[in-house]
């Protein structure tokens, strides 16, 4: 066979991408975008549905976020571009298999697990993490089993202040008839109807000026209605080591979620409002039960110190309070898992990486081939916007690596050679023409029920109906 210049016209360069988040969809938009490149992607997800976070962690009640789907749909549009959902990377198919069908492979998996508190009580019942409850509310089908007792619930401790926090606290504190048009998952709503929670405590480790919540959320819990937000009154003034970084170096959201907070009532005002009390410079340290299920935490109160570039920084003290609480939340952050065959850093839950390259190891060489975006290469940081330049960058290497790369001539059959890998190991493997089919009945059982889609929580019910909505089998 002719050997030809890999990613010529003559020698399409053919890419594996596992995962079909926001980094994966802006991985193929920068792929597609290079000039004087002829690419073939192919992406994987072990879901039959697309878009990640973007359908599975973005709030139901945040429904111009997820809008964000329409780019990924005009990229999706390409000819160039395949998708196989219901298809798992280690358990349908392995590395070996990425090998003998692609040139390169691009990991866009995510962090799917979550980060724990290390704490003693952490097993007890009514302890959940953000992760589940989040998945739970949007239908996603990992966590359509879970069990979450709101009826018996009327103090909820939420252990984190990021922005995952304030959506497990506003989808708490909402009224369930304005969480009724969205797509939320039908089970969820009925629980939360039948909600008892009136006082969601919020625990951050540091002060509220380093709250990691962005100001709007914060702001959208308070004009809730019949809610109300909560700030002692210790925790209004900034102490003297954020007052310094403050003045100095800190983003204008941290003056911003400064300044809101000391404006915050430090007592309730309406004894009937619900309450999002705010407690800063506070890390759990303990929990405790009756029962075997959850009763109150033990907290420690931390104070602040500046770290050499000022920083501030949080460290314990000997004083310690207790809350009562019927359930807990750890919002403490996503973490990456492991799959087969691909390299993991243990220590940080990532893709070992150099710059999207991956590493066969953390600090070993570099895999020829292998690159990684979003949070399996950086950790979960940064709102879906971050993806986009994380992926051109991590593309804009795939594409220097390529110069003066030859590849053997293709077959006529080559595009055909892993459909027919997934037919022939019995995978009921899902494509574009199923999604957007699917896509379309989400929506219009949604508008039967008033609602913005309906979505099934069963995988085997998705695909059932997907191959319904076909016509049969493949």
């Not at 599975?56 to 000819?79: F, L, M, N, R, T």
């Amino acid at each position: 066979m002719a050997t030809l210049a890999l990613g010529s016209a003559e020698r399409p360069l053919r890419v594996a991408v596992i995962g079909s988040g926001p980094s994966a969809f802006y991985a193929v938009e920068a792929l597609f975008k290079t000039a004087n490149l002829a690419c073939r992607v192919d992406m994987f997800d072990r879901l039959p549905t697309p878009y990640g976070l973007v359908r599975g962690g973005v709030a139901p009640d945040h429904q111009k976020i997820k809008s964000v789907v329409k780019v990924y749909e005009k990229i999706a549009a390409d000819s160039r571009l395949r998708f196989f959902g219901n298809v798992m990377l280690g358990r349908d198919i392995q590395m070996e298999d990425l090998d003998a069908h692609y040139d390169h492979v691009v990991f866009a998996h995510g962090n799917e697990g979550e980060r724990g508190l290390g704490i003693p009580g952490e097993d007890l019942a009514g302890v959940h993490s953000a992760t589940e409850f989040v998945g739970w509310y949007n239908g996603h089908p990992d966590f359509a089993d879970r069990v979450f007792d709101l009826a018996n619930a009327e103090r909820v401790v939420v252990v984190g202040n990021g922005n995952v926090a304030m959506d497990v606290t506003r989808v708490l504190l909402r009224d369930p008839d304005e969480l009724a048009p969205t797509d939320i998952s039908e089970a969820a709503l009925e629980v939360l109807r039948a909600s008892k929670v009136r006082e969601v405590v919020l625990l951050g480790r540091r002060g509220a000026a380093q709250a990691a919540f962005s100001p709007k959320e914060i702001e959208e819990i308070a004009k809730l209605k019949g809610v109300e937000v909560i700030v002692a009154a210790a925790d209004q003034q900034p102490d003297p080591v954020s007052a310094a970084w403050l003045a100095d170096a800190a983003p204008r959201s941290a003056q911003r979620n400064a300044e809101f907070l000391a404006e915050c009532p430090s007592e309730p005002v309406d004894a009937t409002a619900r309450r999002a009390s705010c407690v800063f410079r506070a890390s759990p340290v303990e929990l405790h039960g009756e029962g075997g299920r959850v009763t109150r935490v033990r907290v420690q109160r931390n104070e602040l110190y500046a770290d050499a570039d000022g920083t501030p920084r949080p460290r314990g003290t000997d004083e310690h309070f207790e809350v009562e609480a019927q359930l807990v939340f750890k919002a403490v952050g996503y973490r990456g898992v492991p799959i087969p065959g691909v390299p993991f850093c243990e220590n940080r839950g990532v893709v070992p990486n150099q710059e999207g390259r991956v590493r066969e190891a953390p600090g070993g060489a570099v895999l020829p081939g292998r690159y990684v975006v979003g949070w399996a290469k950086r950790g979960p940081t940064g709102l879906i916007g971050n993806n986009s330049p994380d992926s051109k960058a991590t593309i804009a290497h795939l594409v220097e690596d390529l110069a003066g790369a030859t590849a053997a001539e293709l077959a006529a059959e080559d595009a055909e050679r892993m459909p027919a890998l997934l037919r022939e190991r019995g995978i009921d493997f899902v494509d574009l023409d199923d999604w957007n089919a699917y896509d379309g009945w989400e929506r219009s059982e949604g508008e039967r029920l008033g609602k913005v889609r309906r979505k099934l929580t069963d995988i085997a019910a998705i695909v059932a109906t997907m191959k319904e909505l076909r016509g049969g089998d493949r």
